[in-house]
């Protein structure tokens, strides 16, 4: 006997198959709560913390759902989310962001965590960058610290000797000269145009005793400093020392376009943290030193930062189990030999004695420059106002470039910035 | 017999007011059912969306707190204290005059070319078109990165007649002009309407000016042109209206910078980042209004003039 089926029971019959199925393949309510995570990153970040979220599911049975994006897609995608109700479990958040989030309760208090980790040692200053207002906000993920990357294969090609953390701009400049007249891998220069790169222009400030901002959200230097800052990249710019505007223009941000893996330039400014990533990438073997001085034994210039937290969401549906994610993250030994310094130097004791031993090459060379800043050391600058990324975004990097192609001129750039900043901090504060 | 009966003695019995709408929706319900995942797709995705950005747009709105009234002021701001707003207008202006024409007139040629009967014409024809359908990806914006960076294609080609080329992309004397010839290349879409046009046109006209005495280039500016005026102003709006929207381009070339210098920063680009940059919801809401309004204002301006130079058979 065959089966006979009408067109509206066969429509029956299949959409309650389907409904089956679709009531098979999604997750079972009764199992522990799963959670969602999102970071910024490359993929090595990713694998990495990958490998770290199925450990954590291993251990403890909550699956996670991780999404990573480029910084630049990062925010925009996580402010839709967080205005949808819909943000994630737990959230990557940087030393910019927090502030905002907290005040705007888009991330929940995790002060237990907070004095649980205190109590194996958690570095203070670390704990201190992520509160708010007094409450504990987000866990640092890793210190670090600007550093310039140094393409050791370059230099060494061009019979120039390696620059050391005592080294400074006139050092710089006579290293780039060194350059051109070695005239290797047709036409290296010495160094990325820092002209607009805020973290450098900060670093720079801080040598002469000023700071971007102040604890008040105000700026922190004057029209003379962003004048000398400007008048001394156009010198190095003469000089050749610092590659073409045209050339730097290329850096859109990935690590693929700048101009230490376009091999455009031997040194470059960028952070500690990074090293690992840009080794990657590069394939002369990479170093790192600080920041130039502005004159011999001059100090004070970086600092540890938070390179990253971990936060959680205020929405979450399980905080504890999320919160556990985050300590599982940080304190677990298996977890930090995966996650190495790819994120920082981590923050607790423990830890780094296990991640220190499993260090290969780049991996040490940060965590050695992090823990020997010595003098070039100074305090942690309070949170940066609200309105720093638009101060960075449409005068810091477009005035530097500006200046580069000759559009303006150091004077012009300088006053511009000044006046350009106060008024979009003000604006920002009302 | 019996059910036919009883239908028609239906219809009479009922009372009136019920069977207007029951007779509508036995003449229009099932075009409405069909038309039904369009619509929520306009109310839902386009309709809705636009209506409550009109009221953001009087609005301070961050995302993460509500929206707070602030009346007229994003729109006084815009005109009276953005700089950032007249650069933005003013590249998008530029665009605008110089790819519009130069793409139709590119267009143009490509299809007088292609009408001349030639063999293999579907494949010619569906080749041209390829750039367009390709035109607003993501990979094409990098591969135009590639070709107009300093050591891209076009300075290697360059290297060969001994020019050593500026890098063209990151300059701000050239960068508009990549994305200029970006669109230009995306040709394919107004060609084919304009290949469609020119087969439209009589050929007896072409014999008896022929006959006449004519040049090939004086029957192109006495007999095509005028005749396919419809199709040029078709095109025309078509296309400015999709150069005002244009973003993509801009802003995987310039990494969603709208560099070199703002060169390449676009209105929608500036847009975007001050919606999914700096988070000004509201404000950006008012900036996507103003260039609603200027599309409105630039296709309503060519309607008028139309009248003037563009000649309808009938």
Redesign the interface.
Known sequence: MTIKLDRRQFLMGSSALLAAGAAGVSPAWAQASSLRLIFWGGQDRADRTYKVADMFTAAKGNDIEAEFLAWNDYWPKLATQTAGGNAPDVIQMDYRYIVEYAKRNAIAPIDDLGAKLAEAGFDADQLEGGKVDGKLYGISLGANSVATLVNTGAFEEAGIELPTNAWTYDDLMEIGEAFNSANIRGGMRAIADGSYSEPMLDNWLRQRGKALYTAEGKLGFDEQDAVEWYQLWSKLREAKVCVTPDNQALDTGPLETTMLVTGKAALMPSNSNQLVAFQGLVPDKLDMVGYPRIAEGVGGGHYRKPSMFFSVGNTAADKEAAASFVDFFVSDPEAAKVLGVERGIPCLPATRDVVSPTLDGPNQIALNFVANLGDLLGPLPPPPPAAAGEVDSSLIRTLGQEVGFGAKTAEQAGKELVEGASAILSRAAS | MAVAHETTTGIDAAPRQQSAFSRFWQQNGAGYMFLLPWLIGFFGLTLGPMVSSLYLSFTDFD???SPDWVGASNYVRMFTADP?FSTSMRVTMFFVIFSVPLKLAFALGVALLLNRGMKGLPLYRALFYLPSLLGASVAIAILWRQIF??DGLVNKVLALFGIVG??W????NYSLWTLIILSIWQFGSPMIIFLAGLRQIPQDMYEAASLDGASKWRQFWKITLPLLTPVVFFNAIIQTIEAFKSFTPAFII????G????STLFYTLYLY?E?????RMGYASALAWVLLALVAFFTAFSFLTSKYWVHYDD
């Open positions: 995302l993460l707190t950032k960076a300093g500026p890098s992309i990151s300059n701000p310039s990494g969603g910078t560099n070199p210098i703002n980042q919606a999914f940059g700096f988070f």
